[in-house]
Nanobody, 125 residues
Framework: QVQLVESGGGLVQAGGSLRLSCAAS????????MGWFRQAPGKERDFVAA????????SYADSVKGRFTISRDNAKNTVYLQMNSLKPEDTAVYYC??????????????????WGQGTHVTVSS
């Protein structure tokens, strides 16, 4: 099993920046990719970004392209999400997840084997 712990969320005004971190432990050798999803109250969990664990391949939702950057540090078993030019519609609980397969698409939540507890991001107007 893999355990994930997110951190870095908080309150920020529109146009500001935050950097989220997700540290993995346990059977990290099973990780093929890591991704970020977000969920607002009353809404479904939406894909944000993902990165392969063995290459530099990344994927982003259209709503965050040009504003968010996902990166990883395999030695630290950690994935990051740098969020710039934040908008009120970015307000949500942000979750990181791990993916063990190399076949299913990054933006499908069911392709992920587990999730962290989430970190809250609130963007005020």
């Amino acid at each position: 099993q893999v355990q994930l712990v997110e951190s870095g969320g908080g309150l920020v005004q529109a146009g500001g920046s935050l950097r989220l971190s997700c540290a993995a432990s346990g059977r990290t050798d099973s990780i093929a990719a890591m991704g970020w999803f977000r969920q607002a109250p009353g809404k479904e969990r939406d894909f944000v970004a993902a990165i392969s664990w063995s290459s530099t391949m990344t994927s982003y939702a259209d709503s965050v392209k040009g504003r968010f950057t996902i990166s990883r540090d395999n030695a630290k078993n950690t994935v990051y999400l740098q969020m710039n030019s934040l908008k009120p519609e970015d307000t949500a609980v942000y979750y990181c997840g791990y993916k063990t397969d190399t076949y299913f698409r990054f933006n499908w939540p069911n392709a992920y084997g587990g999730w962290g507890q989430g970190t809250h991001v609130t963007v005020s107007s």
